[in-house]
């Protein structure tokens, strides 16, 4: 699987959950984060997160792709992240 | 086809950005829209959108997908944009 994740949590939570996605993804710039990912791997993710934020006021977007080749990406301006090895 | 934007632009050119993008797409959060597309309106809106960001300083990053449903998107927390209808 390939996921994407954004998310848009308050600036109290926000390090907690970069340093957590930065265990598990490719940071790709402020709060998105993307890589493949086993479904068991990505429901410990969720579960983990749901720790890390305040469900009545963040949200986490997952979008979640079976065959990564689904997808295609593409930057304009100044890539920030180290994805581009990956798409 | 369906599109995931997501950008990292600097604070003085984002208002554009994010005002130029909710006359074509659905607002997720901040910095992040998705929606269905053609093909031609995804070349005007990239060639548009290189007109108002910095290329050196900001970064906009396109999920293309040619089919909708190769994605699942779930939520974690409280939704933000008004794209619970989409998927």
Redesign the interface.
Known sequence: MYV?I???VEVERVARVCQYLRRHLHW?????FEGEITPARLERV?AE??DL???????????????RH???????????GSTSTIV
């Open positions: 994407i954004v998310y848009d790709v710039q402020n709060s998105a969720k997160l749901r934020i305040d469900e009545k006021k963040d949200a986490v977007y997952f979008y979640i792709l079976q065959d689904a997808l295609r990406r593409e930057v304009l301006g100044r890539e920030k």
